[in-house]
């Protein structure tokens, strides 16, 4: 009778402890899954938005840049999405460019948005050459003589 019992037993599938563990084990596998999903949907979406903050401030930098009486200083503005730009244009390498007919004119543009409770940026920034004014006493020198 022994005999009969420990091989109905052994032929019977799995105990409930197994299945407990694999349940377990499907459990936290699933949850480390999801988690990793969710997180890189934040990454796709935090990615989103500084592809649209860097496109707001390419249209400003492009606006800037047609402009041919670039002139240094600081100035702010805030787009139809949210996003502030800070602009700042500065004279650069003006040691080494005092006697050329151009400056070297350093533009800086900070794109800043809110996301959540964070405050969000990222910087353009370019340089551009701009002619010089003709200064007073430098007609003839302009004129080619």
């Known amino acids: 009778m022994k005999k009969r019992r420990a091989a109905a037993t052994r032929a019977g599938g799995f105990t409930l402890l197994e299945i407990l563990v694999a349940i377990s084990l499907l459990g936290v596998a699933l949850t480390v899954v999801f988690e990793l999903f969710s997180g890189s949907l934040r990454n796709i979406r935090a990615s989103e938005d500084y592809v649209q903050a860097a496109l707001e401030g390419e249209v400003s930098l492009r606006k800037i840049l ?71 006493g430098a007609v003839g020198r302009a004129a080619g003589m």
């Open 66 to 136: 047609s402009d041919d009486h670039l002139k240094a200083g600081t100035f702010t503005e805030v787009t139809p999405n949210g996003y502030r730009i800070e602009t700042t244009i500065s004279e650069a390498l003006q040691e080494k460019s005092e006697n050329l007919q151009c400056r070297v004119m350093e533009i800086d543009l900070a794109v800043k948005w809110r996301k959540g409770a964070k405050e969000r940026v990222t910087h353009l920034r370019t340089v551009r050459l701009v002619n010089k004014p003709p200064q007073e």
